[in-house]
């Protein structure tokens, strides 16, 4: 998260996970820290959109997880490179590259 603070690198989520997140924080904390922390988290990333043709292409694809359908095929509408997952298991038939976060980083700093 600090390369996307630093304007290194430009973050996405899905538009899933914001909710995903929002209930999971309003459930720990409260409905008033889960406002402040969704509203940091939308200055930092973009949000990739589930549509119609979003949702019905993840029930397409050979996806165990019906989400993880989700997340890969909004990430394909949305044009970006990669998807960064601690689950590279649940993208074995990813059309995008999949990183590990510690991947990631390494391909990262061998580019500089």
């Given amino acids: 998260m600090i390369l996307i ?6 973050g996405w989520i899905c538009g899933t996970t ?3 997140i ?9 409905a ?6 969704i ?20 029930v397409d694809v050979s996806f165990r997880d019906y989400e993880d359908g989700v997340l890969h095929q909004s990430a ?3 044009g970006l ?7 590279i298991k649940d993208f074995q038939h990813s ?11 390494s391909a990262l700093q061998t580019d500089e």
Avoid: C, M, W
């Fill in 39 to 58: 509203k940091s988290l939308l200055k930092l990333f973009f949000v990739a959109p589930i549509n119609h043709s979003v949702l019905t292409s993840a």
């Fill in 18 to 20: 914001v909710t995903t």
């Fill in 5 to 10: 603070e630093q304007g290194k690198l430009e």
């Fill in 22 to 30: 929002y209930y999971l924080i309003k459930k720990a904390l409260s």
């Fill in 76 to 78: 394909l509408a949305a």
């Fill in 32 to 37: 008033a820290d889960a406002d402040r922390h």
């Fill in 81 to 87: 490179d990669g998807i960064i997952t601690r689950n």
């Fill in 95 to 105: 059309q995008l590259p999949i990183y590990t976060p510690d991947e990631l980083l």
